[in-house]
């Protein structure tokens, strides 16, 4: 049987086994998310639900692959991340403290020598970015963190979303022969998935920053991985398309906050989730429209690793002004009364 699919099956087994005792563990230790006027769930829930996924993860790699410096330098990241959304899911960090622990962690792999040493221009030709490579690293990674984090706000909304995103980045890595960035997204996609039966609504437990943050981050890292382990152009246009959903919903949020003059991490109900709840969808229906778009950006990820470089530019057009026409349509870039939702 192909690594993969052993590290697949096993981080899904193992993480949904063991979120049953975590939820244990986050209610003996009071990390509740609290209902109130600005969120969505109506009674305490457990979360920190994370560390479940966190530990099917780091299973299932260690058990399909061997340590190199990279793996090491990885985990070690992923270890950092994962702490800082414990501490935060127990004692809700500000978000100055916590920014400081996503660049800490970010800082991990560099360290490491996991690193963005090119990007594409619009072209396809690859541009080194020689002493801007630190910057550049540490910025995707922090972002893409808090694109998974910021849209943990419904019912098995991130832990799905990253599971399709890791299941497009794995079928590249199989078209790439990138054997290591196949294992590592099988066993985030099995993690993530394994958690969802728990986590989809009504949900049993939340994910918690120590669950959404550890998804963003692993997805930037193992990017990052890729695009050093390969020479393709593609190979950090990849996660951004097939994590188009949550990429694009925190820049509605960052150009509506903005253009509103609020504070761009003041929480607000303007999240394209909360914007359909609004126009009459359940949790559910609003939950399985979202996976039903993050699924086409996944395909067009993979589309755009097939085709040549005239029509990729085309396709990631189109999906920009789709991203744009919907955003108005449903109305995501208006202002709000200010909400919280159980991220």
Same mark, same amino acid.
């Given at each position: 049987?192909?690594?993969?699919?052993?590290?697949?099956?096993?981080?899904?087994?193992?993480?949904?086994?063991?979120?049953?005792?975590?939820?244990?563990?986050?209610?003996?230790?009071? @990390?509740?998310?609290?209902?109130?006027?600005?969120?969505?769930?109506?009674?305490? +829930?457990?979360? !920190?639900?994370? #560390?479940?996924?966190?530990?099917?993860?780091?299973?299932?790699?260690?058990?399909?692959?061997?340590?190199?410096?990279? #793996? =090491?330098? #990885? #985990?070690?990241?992923?270890?950092? +991340?994962?702490?800082?959304?414990?501490?935060?899911?127990?004692?809700?960090?500000?978000?100055?403290?916590?920014?400081?622990?996503?660049?800490?962690? @970010?800082?991990?792999?560099?360290?490491?020598?996991?690193?963005?040493?090119?990007?594409?221009?619009?072209?396809?030709?690859?541009?080194?970015?020689?002493?801007?490579?630190?910057?550049?690293?540490?910025?995707?990674?922090?972002?893409?963190?808090?694109?998974?984090?910021?849209?943990?706000?419904?019912?098995?909304?991130?832990?799905?979303?990253?599971?399709?995103?890791?299941?497009?980045?794995?079928?590249?890595?199989?078209?790439?022969?990138?054997? =290591?960035?196949?294992?590592?997204?099988?066993?985030?996609?099995?993690?993530? $998935?394994?958690?969802?039966?728990?986590? $989809?609504?009504?949900?049993? =437990?939340? !994910?918690?920053?120590?669950?959404?943050?550890?998804?963003?981050?692993?997805?930037?890292?193992?990017?990052?991985?890729?695009?050093?382990?390969?020479?393709?152009?593609?190979?950090?246009?990849?996660?951004?398309?097939?994590?188009?959903?949550?990429?694009?919903?925190? @820049?509605?949020? +960052?150009?509506?906050?903005?253009?509103?003059?609020?504070? +761009? $991490?003041?929480?607000?109900?303007?999240?394209?989730?909360?914007?359909?709840?609004?126009?009459?969808?359940?949790?559910?229906?609003?939950?399985?429209?979202?996976?039903?778009?993050?699924?086409?950006?996944?395909?067009?990820?993979?589309?755009?690793?097939?085709?040549?470089?005239?029509? @990729?530019?085309?396709?990631?057009?189109?999906?920009?002004?789709?991203?744009? $026409?919907?955003?108005?349509?449903?109305?995501?870039?208006?202002?709000?009364?200010?909400?919280?939702?159980?991220?």
């Amino acid at each position: 049987m192909q690594s993969y699919v052993v590290a697949f099956i096993l981080a899904l087994v193992i993480t949904y086994f063991l979120t049953p005792y975590v939820k244990n563990l986050a209610i003996r230790l009071g @990390a509740l998310d609290a209902p109130d006027a600005r969120k969505v769930h109506k009674t305490p +829930i457990p979360r !920190m639900g994370g #560390l479940a996924i966190y530990v099917g993860f780091v299973i299932a790699v260690l058990s399909s692959m061997h340590l190199s410096q990279e #793996l =090491i330098g #990885l #985990l070690t990241g992923g270890t950092v +991340i994962l702490i800082v959304g414990i501490i935060d899911d127990m004692v809700q960090l500000s978000a100055k403290v916590k920014l400081l622990g996503q660049i800490a962690a @970010a800082a991990v792999l560099i360290l490491f020598d996991i690193r963005i040493e090119w990007l594409t221009n619009p072209f396809g030709d690859m541009v080194y970015v020689e002493y801007l490579s630190i910057p550049i690293t540490l910025f995707w990674v922090v972002a893409l963190t808090n694109t998974v984090n910021l849209i943990d706000g419904l019912d098995g909304l991130a832990a799905g979303v990253s599971t399709i995103a890791a299941v497009t980045i794995l079928l590249v890595a199989l078209q790439e022969n990138s054997l =290591i960035v196949a294992v590592l997204t099988a066993a985030l996609a099995g993690s993530a $998935f394994g958690f969802l039966q728990h986590n $989809f609504n009504p949900a049993k =437990i939340f !994910m918690g920053d120590t669950g959404s943050m550890f998804l963003g981050y692993m997805l930037a890292a193992i990017s990052v991985l890729g695009a050093v382990k390969s020479a393709a152009t593609i190979a950090l246009i990849v996660p951004i398309v097939a994590l188009g959903l949550p990429i694009m919903d925190t @820049a509605f949020a +960052i150009i509506r906050r903005y253009s509103n003059g609020q504070p +761009i $991490f003041k929480p607000d109900k303007g999240h394209l989730h909360h914007r359909l709840l609004e126009m009459g969808l359940s949790q559910k229906q609003a939950v399985l429209l979202m996976y039903v778009i993050s699924g086409c950006l996944g395909l067009s990820a993979i589309a755009l690793t097939e085709v040549n470089k005239g029509l @990729a530019a085309l396709i990631i057009l189109a999906l920009l002004a789709v991203a744009f $026409f919907g955003a108005r349509k449903i109305g995501v870039l208006k202002q709000t009364g200010s909400a919280q939702t159980h991220s």
